[in-house]
């Protein structure tokens, strides 16, 4: 195929031009483990983020074969019924809540402030926090395996069936308080990136020009700070009904069941599309850099991704059609959830737009893209299927759902990171992943995912139900899900090549040359700095003059209205040897007060006296950040050359100067 | 590097209006309100009927209001500050009052028994 | 802080550094306060919903808002809360003009007032208690004690800020340069008010 010819032409190896690696690494300062924990830099926290979702997605991988085996054929011993149950919920609280969502939050930390032109996001040390806390809350949940059984009441925990009386094991308890954990980490992190956005973009990229990338993690964010708080008085009062007794799911006492269901539900629906933005937002730069065109209709894709997001607080109660809501509002829900289909097509139809007549590089990334688009339609439409009531109530809580959710958060969410993967990896680690391997995981990976997931719409329209342990012979079950589980261990398979490729691609690139600043010739601006991204991001912080700016430093338009080139990557690059921009300094106290949480967490469930610690801990800590002096040398520690330059002082300074 | 100016502006506009003696003046204004607010629970004095729900509501919204406009700076300060307080708001009330549409409470029969 | 020399292929289309640049003209840190109390309304939004549910789904015959509620003792707290505003507002208004004394006192007035306002939420919760309205006891009890005591544990937090403001200003920490700071608390001192506002007619005052 023509592309990889294409691709070798558009890398822009120069030999002349100095492998910035060895540019920027300080020998002191950039290198061991203390310079990543005590780190403030949002790329390093961005890299953290992705690898420890990346461990998860294997963790949350290994939960789902061990469910797939369990299925392969009737009558399975695998698991124990409750053991099945505790799998299949930490499934998806891994899936959703360790992979996802720190996914998505790896994307924004690493790209969001080179996008808009930024050496760092608002808030550096509160940004450390946020990924400790996700982290450790992380770690805690899955500890409950080793404490007395993981919570075992579905990701959606439904009240009162998560009561003590139906659960008794801890682990709701871990899973009601963990999650609170990383909720904190979610919303800090939003607030954090919301500031970034609306305060630190570069001179001229006004609300129009930024990318459609940093559009939709804008609107992500926006959703994580409203609906995170509703999460958390949902996980609150079942903490409380657990754990002192509290009467908000006791039915016995009058409680309605239905509560938990809404509050559920106002945080769950818009957490969906919390997942999913982030993933178009990637395609939405992979697919017009590989289409050689700016994207088809700029500000459709912008306002559909706000429409998305505002509409997202009003579809809530379509999952739950067979609860019991009554007519009315069925019926209210039923039409908001098949409007929120508009601007998702809307979507759809703009990323093929921006294929269509353009000269198309199947490059690893766009296939993966590509995959999106076709597989996330699939998805999409049987969600329009659920938007009909009636079908609806045929559909709930068979396979036909987790067909469903599968194909938009694995062929939507799981395939659009890969591809940002893909495309972004050269960017982050100075080296590409080999294209040829990454493509023969690409088509193991759609595969196996077509193989596992397609077969559940017929099992679930046959009748069988989600979430149940086993099933007997003779059910006309067992051919599809002997499918099934064939299929999920090609996406196994597809995980470790990825992981493979990630090893064997590094050891390559040794000798191999530089990648240069933009090997794909792409469009925004991370792209028009060194790669490696530099520990200052931009020597200079570029002016914007346009949409897509980078692009249009590189070409422009001859008489005839042909695109030609004007500029190479190489000249229009900064290429990171500045050292003299201030930085802010690493803290201890972002990792030491979320350390800080879980120890409270194990203190609300075992003994109270480990709150205290905690507690102290955590007051500890923030003593400490309070009065760390934004510009001490003793904070700078590692860092020689760097002043510090912190966002409380700048702001202090900032004051000063607008008195 | 240019930054707005609107902000900066409508400090000073702020700082010409607002004096530590209208802030006073306020709080009295806050003062008597609640003292309505209270004086409506002393049914036996003064029977409020129907119209005491409405009432209290239109003095909560004017209490809130005034603290949010004048304490917290909103009304002279950036749009930014006032959009972001607001969108969280009234998608508080917007979805809390769906939340109350679907358990099948008229909004009415909340304020009552 | 030393600018290296910009070079020639980047002239006019690169920006000078600027440490205290801000594209909206605002500040990170005030910004930042309102996205967050934006986000709070969502959080007390939820819990007062749960409230105004459970309120009315209390079985016959349970010890409910009727037979406890004191509203001449809770409007004198209620008066307490808010009068903390104005001399909140007055603090930031004094350090806004450099005046550090007035900004000390008004500070530790307003946490006082804070303290007087939990101090009367401990003797609520203890005189219910001693009549039969625990945690654990029914559903309103749940509720209220959730709504009210979330309430509570945010006026003590910004109870201890105002402290550390206070304090603070004894160690030349906050001054006019700083006085955002205190505003910002302020607003965090503010929303806290407003919520018991809110609470205060919904909860207390509405028809039982």
Known sequence: ?659 | MTTATDHVETHDEHDDHMTDWKYVQIALLLGVLTGIEVFTYFESVLDWGKALVPVLLVLMVTKFYVVAAYFMHLKFDSRFFSRAFAGGLVLAMGVYAIFFAAFGVHFWEIFQD | ?208
Not at chain 1, 90 to 105: C, D, E, S
Not at chain 1, 528 to 548: G, R
Not at chain 1, 603 to 620: K, Q
Not at chain 3, 186 to 203: A, K, P, R, S
Request: with cysteine.
């Open chain 1, 1 to 659: 195929m023509a592309a990889d010819e294409t691709l070798e032409i558009t890398s822009g190896i120069d030999p002349t031009v100095e492998r910035p690696l060895g540019v920027l690494t300080r020998p002191s300062g950039s290198t061991g483990w203390r310079s990543w924990l005590f780190s403030v830099d949002h790329k390093r926290i961005g890299i953290m983020y992705g690898a420890a979702a990346l461990f998860f997605l294997v963790v949350g991988g290994c939960e789902a074969l061990l469910i797939r085996l369990q299925l392969a054929r009737p009558g399975g011993a695998v698991l124990t019924a409750d053991q099945y149950n505790q799998v299949f919920t930490m499934h998806g609280v891994t899936m959703i809540f360790l992979v996802a969502m720190p996914l998505g939050a790896a994307f924004a930390n690493y790209l969001v402030p080179l996008q808009i032109g930024a050496r760092d996001v608002a808030f550096p040390r509160l940004n450390a926090f946020s990924f400790w806390c996700f982290l450790f809350g992380a770690l805690f949940i899955n500890s409950s395996w080793f404490l007395g059984g993981a919570a075992d009441g579905g990701w959606f925990a439904y009240a009162p069936n998560t009561g003590v009386n139906f659960s008794p094991s801890h682990g709701l308890d871990f899973f009601a308080i963990g999650l609170q954990i990383t909720g904190i980490a979610s919303l800090v992190s939003a607030i954090n990136l919301i500031v970034t956005v609306i305060n630190l973009r570069a001179p001229g990229m006004t609300w129009f020009k930024m990318p459609v990338f940093t559009w939709m993690l804008f609107v992500v964010q926006v959703l994580l700070l409203f609906a995170i708080p509703v999460f958390t008085v949902a996980l609150f009062l079942l903490m409380f009904d657990r754990l002192f007794d509290a009467n908000f799911f006791n039915v016995e006492a009058g409680a309605d069941p239905l509560l938990w269901e809404h509050l559920f539900w106002i945080f769950g629906h818009p957490e969906v599309y919390i997942l999913i933005l982030p993933a178009f937002g990637v395609i939405s730069e992979v697919i017009p850099t590989f289409s050689r065109k700016p994207i088809f209709g700029y500000p459709f894709m912008v306002f559909s991704g706000i429409a998305i997001g505002f509409m997202g607080w009003g579809v809530w109660a379509h999952h739950m059609f067979a609860s019991g809501i009554g007519p009315i509002s069925v019926a209210a829900f039923s039409v908001s959830t098949m409007f929120i289909a508009v601007p998702t097509g809307v979507k759809i139809l703009n990323w093929v737009a921006t294929m269509w007549g353009g000269r198309l590089r199947f490059t690893t990334p766009m296939l993966y893209a590509v995959g999106v688009v076709s597989m996330f339609t699939v998805g999409g439409l049987s969600g329009v299927t659920h938007a009909l009531a009636p079908a609806d109530t045929q559909q709930t809580d068979t396979y036909y759902i987790v067909a469903h959710f599968h194909y938009v958060v694995f062929g939507g969410v799981i395939m659009g990171l890969f591809s940002g993967f893909y495309f972004w990896w050269p960017k982050a680690f100075g080296y590409m992943l080999s294209e040829r391997r990454g493509k023969q995981g690409f088509w193991v990976m759609l595969l196996g995912f077509n193989l596992t997931f397609g077969p559940m719409h017929i099992l679930g329209l046959q009748g069988m139900s989600r979430r149940i342990q086993t099933y007997s012979a003779g059910q006309g079950f067992d051919l599809w899900n002997m499918v099934s589980t064939i299929g999920s261990f090609f996406i196994a398979i597809a995980v470790a090549m990825f992981v493979i490729n990630i090893y064997l691609s590094r050891k390559q690139s040794v000798h191999l040359p530089p990648v240069g600043p933009d090997p794909w010739d792409a469009r925004s601006l991370e792209w028009m700095t060194a790669s490696p991204t530099p520990e200052h991001n931009f020597d200079y912080v570029p002016i914007i003059e346009d949409l897509d700016d980078f692009w249009h430093r590189k070409w422009g338009e001859d008489e005839d209205g042909n695109i030609v080139r004007i500029a190479t990557a190489e000249e229009v690059a900064q290429d990171g040897s500045r050292t003299d921009v201030h930085l802010p300094s690493p803290s201890y106290y972002p990792i030491m007060l979320s350390f800080g949480l879980p120890i409270i967490g194990y203190g609300l469930i075992f003994s109270l006296w480990l709150c205290v610690l905690g507690g102290a801990i955590v007051l500890g800590a923030i003593f400490g950040w309070i009065m760390e002096p934004a510009d001490d040398p003793e904070a700078a520690h590692d860092h020689d050359d760097h002043g510090g330059d912190d966002a409380t002082e700048a702001a202090a300074l900032e004051e000063e100067v607008n008195a």
């Open chain 3, 1 to 208: 802080m030393s600018t290296t020399e910009i070079p020639e292929r980047f002239k006019g289309r690169v920006a000078e550094d600027d440490h205290h640049y801000s594209a909206s003209g605002l500040s990170h840190e005030k910004l930042a306060m309102w996205v967050f109390l934006g986000s709070e309304c969502l959080l007390f939004g939820g819990l007062i919903s749960t409230y105004m549910l459970y309120k009315n789904k209390l079985p016959a015959g349970e010890i409910g808002p009727n037979d406890l509620f004191d509203i001449p003792f809770t409007s004198v707290s209620s008066f307490v809360l808010l009068m903390s505003s104005l001399t909140m507002v007055l603090a930031v208004s004094a350090i806004a003009r450099g005046d550090v004394f007035r900004n000390r006192v008004w500070l530790l007035t307003t946490a006082m007032l804070g303290a007087v306002f939990i101090g009367g939420q401990v003797y609520e919760f203890t005189t219910f208690y001693n009549e039969g309205a625990g945690f654990t006891t029914n559903l309103w009890s749940s509720a209220f004690f959730t709504l009210t005591g979330f309430h509570g544990v945010h006026v003590t937090i910004g109870i201890i800020m105002l402290m550390s403001l206070f304090i603070g200003s004894f160690t030349g920490r906050i001054s006019q340069e700083s006085a955002e700071k205190v505003e910002i608390i302020g607003l965090y001192w503010h929303f806290v008010d407003v919520v018991w506002i809110v609470i205060f007619t919904v909860v207390y005052l509405f028809p039982q």
